[in-house]
């Protein structure tokens, strides 16, 4: 499979540590973002999947593992988009996540 990269770059300064599974804002002394580990996979596949629209559906599937055979009805995914967003907004911008009505989200 080859290696991985251990860290991803992203938005205004954030960097995103896969392997110590932390995100900080700025230099590598700035305070951890605070996600849970959920947030942390929802934003990791966001951002492996940069400029690609993710349904609702898709980001269900990997974070857990199960389909819903319909997910109109369910704000699961809103909600923990939401909860990222606004932790990430403590520390800087988080306008590099993009929801595209009607479909999912997108990391820009």
Known sequence: ?????????FGDGYVMD???RTVRHG?????EVPLTKKEFD???YL????SRVLTRLQLGEHLWGNVLEDDSDSNYIDVHIKNVRKKLAQFGSADFIETVRGIGYRAV
């Open 1 to 9: 499979f080859g290696l991985k990269r251990s860290e991803i770059t």
């Open 42 to 44: 929802l934003l990791h």
């Open 27 to 31: 230099t590598p002394d700035s305070p």
């Open 18 to 20: 896969v392997t110590a």
């Open 47 to 50: 951002l492996l999947h940069k």
